[in-house]
């Protein structure tokens, strides 16, 4: 079965400073992985996905996030905040045979100060 | 940029009511899915449909839920006799098929039972 774990449901960083938010996947098959991000009262925006080509992969606003099969991770990362990345993040995956579904994680707010 | 919609953006309704949830898909799309959001929690697939019939189903999607594709536009949520419980956003997403393909999200629909 597939599962989702995102380590720190907040995280807080300064403007300008490198966003880092935690993903770690169970699958019983190769994953494909995707990060969401829902900003107040809106629905879910794909930020990338990985879907077994390039293990970096690059989304849209600056993000990207790695493919580490050996660490189960696929972390997102920014290399500067701005104030308007602040929105909740979701990590999901799928997986063939899995009905297509995406099984998410509990998400992670992430706030940018001043 | 094709989009999906949802309607009602809002909806309050008595414990025991029924409640129709409306999804229009992006137009070429043949896969079309329900998610919930309870407050503060994370995201959580209900079903999957495909070809007019279930794909896939979780074990929140008991007997008070329906979903079909009345007109071949409309894909639409029933909660039969809806609980307290079931006050939450219902996401709908859309896409081409393929766990690997891109699940487009609408703004989603808020739910509160009273």
């Known amino acids: 079965a597939q599962s989702v774990t995102q380590l720190g449901s907040h995280v807080s960083v300064s403007e300008g400073a490198l966003v880092l938010l935690r993903c770690n996947y169970s699958?019983?098959?190769?994953?494909?992985l995707f990060w969401y991000v829902q900003y107040p009262n809106q629905g879910l925006q794909l930020l990338l996905k990985?879907?077994?080509?390039?293990?970096l992969v690059k989304g849209i606003n600056g993000f990207e996030a790695e493919f580490k099969k050996s660490e189960t991770s696929f972390h997102l990362t920014k290399p500067s905040a701005h104030m308007s990345d602040a929105a909740e993040y979701f990590c999901?995956?799928?997986?063939?045979?899995?009905?297509?579904?995406?099984?998410f994680g509990t998400g992670t707010q992430l706030k940018v100060e001043l | 940029e094709p989009e999906v919609t949802q309607t009602p953006s809002h909806q309050v309704t008595q414990m025991g009511q029924e409640v129709i949830l409306r999804c229009v898909p992006i137009?070429?799309?043949?896969?079309f899915y329900w998610y919930r959001q309870i407050l503060g929690q994370k995201v959580e697939f209900l079903v999957s449909?495909?070809?007019?019939?279930?794909?896939?189903k979780s074990e929140i999607f008991d007997d008070q839920f329906s979903v079909e594709r009345p007109d071949g536009s409309n894909f639409t949520l029933k909660i039969r006799s809806t609980k307290l419980e079931d006050s939450a956003m219902y996401f709908c997403a859309t896409n081409s098929g393929g766990a690997g393909e891109t699940q487009y999200f609408g703004p989603g629909t808020r739910l509160l039972v009273l």
């Open positions: 699958s019983s098959v190769p994953p494909y």
């Open positions: 990985y879907t077994s080509a390039a293990t």
């Open positions: 999901a995956v799928s997986e063939e045979g899995g009905g297509n579904k995406l099984t």
């Open positions: 137009s070429n799309h043949l896969y």
């Open positions: 449909f495909y070809n007019n019939e279930i794909s896939e």
